[in-house]
T-cell receptor, first 114, second 116 residues
C-alpha cells in the first residue's frame, strides 16, 4: 500500500521568507502527485498536481513543486510567503490507474507571521 | 462553491440514531469518494465509487454504509455510531479514478459530525 510522509508538522515563517515543505511517498510504480491547501474554515483546494512531463510544476498563488523520482519526493516551494498563506498543506499520492483514491500525508500547519 | 456540495454542514447525533450525509457534484465527474478527517490523523479514504460501482473497501466498519444512486449523488448512511466516529466527513469527486483531469480531485466543504 502507498504511504505519504510530510516531515514538518508545524512551520512558522516570517513574511517574505522562502518556503519548502517536504513530501516523500512510498510506492514503487507510477504515481500522480498532488498538493492541497486548506485555509482556516475552508475546504481543501488543489494547489498543483503532477501527472507526467516536466517534473517542475507550477500551481496557483506562486507555489511550485518538484518531482524527484529517484528520491520519491514531491516538495512544495514558494520563494516569498505572505501572511495569507497561513493554512494546512497536504501532500497526496494516487497510484496511476489505481482505485485507491488519494493517500494523504498528515499535513503541515504553516503559520506566517506578519 | 467547489462544485461538490455536502449537506448538512453540521450534524450532532446520538449513538442510537440513524442519519445520512449527502453529497452532490455538478462537475460531470465519474468517480466519487468519502473521506474521514480526524484531528492529528491523515485523511482516511473510506469508500470509492466509479461509474456508480463501488470499489471494495474492507477496512470501514459496517455502521457506515455508502450509497451511490447515480453519478452525481453519493450518500453515507450512519447508524449506531461511536463517539470516536466524530470527525469531518469529506466528499470528493474526480474525472477518473487516477485523478487525471484539470481539477484533480475536488472536495466538498465537509460535514462536521459529532456523536454524543
Amino acid at each position: 500500500a502507498q504511504s505519504v510522509s510530510q516531515h514538518n508538522h508545524h512551520v512558522i515563517l516570517s513574511e517574505a521568507a522562502s518556503l519548502e515543505l517536504g513530501c516523500n511517498y512510498s510506492y514503487g510504480g507510477t504515481v500522480n502527485l498532488f498538493w492541497y491547501v486548506q485555509y482556516p474554515g475552508q475546504h481543501l483546494q488543489l494547489l498543483l498536481k503532477y501527472f507526467s512531463g516536466d517534473p517542475l510544476v507550477k500551481g496557483i498563488k506562486g507555489f511550485e513543486a518538484e518531482f524527484i523520482k529517484s528520491k520519491f519526493s514531491f516538495n512544495l516551494r514558494k520563494p516569498s510567503v505572505q501572511w495569507s498563506d497561513t493554512a494546512e498543506y497536504f501532500c497526496a499520492v494516487n497510484a496511476m490507474g489505481g482505485a485507491d483514491g488519494l493517500t494523504f500525508g498528515k499535513g503541515t500547519h504553516l503559520i506566517i507571521q506578519p | 462553491e467547489t462544485g461538490v456540495t455536502q449537506t448538512p454542514r453540521h450534524l450532532v447525533m446520538g449513538m442510537t440514531n440513524k442519519k445520512s450525509l449527502k453529497c452532490e457534484q455538478h462537475l460531470g465527474h465519474n468517480a466519487m469518494y468519502w473521506y474521514k478527517q480526524s484531528a492529528k490523523k491523515p485523511l482516511e479514504l473510506m469508500f470509492v465509487y466509479s461509474l456508480e460501482e463501488r470499489v471494495e473497501n474492507n477496512s470501514v466498519p459496517s455502521r457506515f454504509s455508502p450509497e451511490c444512486p447515480n453519478s452525481s449523488h453519493l450518500f453515507l448512511h450512519l447508524h449506531t455510531l461511536q463517539p470516536e466516529d466524530s470527525a469531518l466527513y469529506l466528499c470528493a469527486s474526480s474525472q477518473t479514478l487516477s485523478g487525471i483531469g484539470v481539477y484533480g480531485y475536488t472536495f466538498g466543504s465537509g460535514t462536521r459530525l459529532t456523536v454524543v
